[in-house]
């Protein structure tokens, strides 16, 4: 857990609101440090515009200042109200401190020298409005008259010169001034050109940004439209981004799969059920061909029935009672075999075909059959196919015990092991080698093999329909020790789930 | 994909830089642009040229283009030693009179006055007043006398009214003639009646041929508006005032005299021999029309005040009486004048 952590800090993901807004966060800064660069310049002009006129309210204002100071002069010499020397006093500090900033070096700009001259000027006057305000106070009518006549002259020519100063700075100011107006202009029209072109430069770079995230989604758009056409077999979708689009792809790529798996276990299941179906189809075809080689065999075993019938009530008649009970036999053992057509029947029955069998074996060859039942009855009602045990029994006795010398007993035994029923054949007689047994089991038994004497129904054909109805190779087993030694013949009919392999056979 | 090149990584970075680029470009020129188009000037940024002194020019009339080369030549003068020369009252709002011009130097606190001076007392006084505060004086052209200016620097107008007389002589021969001379009525003005007097001397010198010439001084109130040009006009208008040879001892005048004679249909029965030298007057002697010129060497008057004047600041005394050239411009030496003019306005 504490490795994986780390991993999943360099796998940032970005969604696509998160990409989004980068990229309108990104134009809308380069918009906004833009037009603040602008705008910061724009001002700087204006705030250049507003400075333009500055030197002539300077002017005003020391204009305005003299005018006071002179004022207050002529207000003290007529009334000497300290109020007016006060206010000469402090109009003269204010005077004093606004030449202070004009120039007083010899330069050569004709605005220059006459700021000099101003100032040279101003404190002349200065000198002669404070000597005058001295003469008027010590009562100096004489020199206080002509010195205040000396101030005005001088007055005079300060207001013409401040007053031709403020004209020429106005013009050169409103040079100016029609200069940074026109380039405000212009720059205007450059701001409105740039931001133009800015605007044109961010609606294509965010085309492409979008169409970055947008690809993959028309990529898995293609992909959709093809599986929702019916084409599974396509190639998965690449997965570019670790946004949503990354994560819906994923799926998608998922889910294709999964289609894809889904579909191939349906096409093992209707190969299974088609297999099922086929086996149904051989296993009646067996059945069929079983009783086809009794009609073969048998002319007609209604009429041959019938006859042996009559056969029996004459022999009762009579009072020949072994015939009687002879041919009573055989008519159960062709009756079995007409009326049964079924394809299943129970245990019983079959045993019973067995012992009419066996009896008209015996009457045949005279009591040389010993046939010993060993049998659990409560298997009695087992289901099994019909016409299984008579060919087996037919079979050991034509090859088993048919040509022996001594007594050939035939055992047919019905017990429980562990989970199956087991029908044991067993008799005494040549027994079987294992190349017969192997052939039997694997049905290359040829034609020639089959005694003539048989009712038709073969091993072979028995071996087949066992397997084919318990769906199980293992059902049937044949064992012969050697020579001489007898053969056995072990049919394992499983109780778990016999009951439903049966029912499935019938179902069909 | 078509698109899948387009839109890989590396597109994008170029894409990106491309954008960034442009935006830069962009507004870093635009920025300079504008930097460029404020060029406007600014005092607190604009370096200028510093003096040691400061001197003042005063004249009459500052329109005058002989006062404004006079100026010139001194203000180059002045360069080379450093000094600033400021033309008095050029760009007021008043027209002051020279003493007035004056007063207001003295105020400025200058180091010193170059002034086209006259006799009156009230400048003589101002005059005295700044050699008082230590402002050295120099009067131009004409002096002002009774003053205790420190020196006078200007043309030998006695010796002016001689060439103008010479001249007068070349054109009467035999013949007899009525002279007419066109003065200031501003009669503080010495120099002209200086100028008379050398023309009428250099007249009267052949005794024999006294009745011959008949000289007149007309003067004109140039302080009234456009007064010389009407004065010189109504010479014209009237048939018997007219004059054989006229002599202006200004530039107006000249100009006038000749322009007048152009209207009336004047030329070659007045000659006129006028003073200084426009272009006007230069093309009108070319075209003869008028007879000839004299011309002051304004370059060596205006670097004479200077030299005066720096002399006198450095030495503490300085000679009297500075005088500069004057020269006589006739329709054979014109071709001279033309070319060296054509230079100098170049």
Known sequence: MMRKQPNKKIDIRFSIQTKLIAVFLFTSCILLAVNMIMNQNMNKMISEIDKVYISNVNLNELQSVLKQVQESMSEYLNTKSSDAMESYYKNEDKYIRLIGGLNEQIVNDDSKIIEKNIKNMSLNYLEVTDKTIEYKRGRNVEKYRVSYEQAAIIYDYINTYIYSLNNEQFKENTKNYQLLLSSLKYSEVINTGILIVIAIANIILILLFTREMINPIIKLAEAADQVAKGQFDIELVKVESKDEIGVVTKAFNQMVLSIQVYIEQIKKNIELQSSMKEKALIMENHLKDARLRYLQAQINPHFLFNTLNAGAQLAMLEGADRTYLYIQHMAEFFRYNVQNNKECVTLREEIELVDSYIYILNVRFSGEIKFVKKIDETYLDLKIPSMILQPIIENSINYGIRNIEWEGVIELLVFREDNHVCISIRDNGIGMSKELIEKIMNHRLKDKDISKDSNGVGLDNVINRLRLFFSCQDVIEITSVGKDMGTEVAIYVPIEGEKSNVQNYVSR | ?346
Not at chain 2, 323 to 341: C, P, R
């Open chain 2, 1 to 346: 994909m078509k698109s899948k090149n387009l839109l890989s990584n590396k597109t994008m970075v170029w894409v990106l830089v491309i954008f960034l680029m442009i935006i830069i470009v962009l507004t870093g020129t635009s920025i300079v642009y504008l930097k460029n188009s404020l060029n406007v000037k600014q005092y607190d940024t604009v370096e200028y040229k510093p003096y040691n002194k400061h001197y003042a020019f005063i004249v009459d009339d500052k329109t005058d283009t002989f006062w404004d080369a006079v100026y010139k030549s001194a203000k180059a003068e002045g360069e080379k030693y450093n000094i600033f020369l400021e033309q008095s009252g050029k760009n007021l709002a008043v027209n002051y009179t020279k003493a007035q011009l004056l007063e207001i130097a003295i105020q400025s606190k200058v180091d010193g006055v170059i002034i086209e001076g006259d006799d009156s007392k009230s400048l003589s006084d101002l005059i005295n007043t700044a050699v008082q505060k230590q402002i050295p004086v120099i009067t131009i052209l004409s002096d002002c006398t009774t003053s205790e200016r420190q020196s006078f620097v200007g043309v030998n107008s006695y010796n002016m009214g001689q060439v103008y007389g010479e001249q007068v002589l070349k054109i009467a021969k035999e013949k007899e003639m009525d002279i007419l001379v066109l003065m200031n009525s501003n009669t503080n003005n010495t120099i002209h009646n200086i100028i008379y007097a050398g023309i009428r001397d250099t007249l009267m010198k052949d005794s024999t041929k006294e009745d011959q010439y008949h000289l007149t001084a007309l003067a004109i109130n140039n302080k009234s508006t456009f007064g010389t040009e009407e004065t010189v006009r109504d010479i014209f208008m009237n048939e018997n005032s007219i004059p054989d040879i006229m002599i202006c001892l200004d530039e107006v005048s000249t100009t006038s005299a000749y322009q007048a004679a152009v209207d009336y249909n004047k030329v070659g029965e007045v000659d006129i021999i006028g003073c200084y030298t426009s272009d006007t007057i230069l093309t009108a002697i070319d075209r003869e029309v008028i007879n000839s010129t004299i011309s002051i060497d304004y370059n060596e008057l205006g670097k004479y005040c200077i030299d005066t004047l720096n002399e006198y600041n450095n030495t503490g005394h300085v000679s009297e009486y500075v005088s500069a050239n004057i020269n006589l411009i006739t329709s054979e030496n014109v071709g001279e004048y033309l070319i060296y003019d054509e230079e100098t306005t170049k």
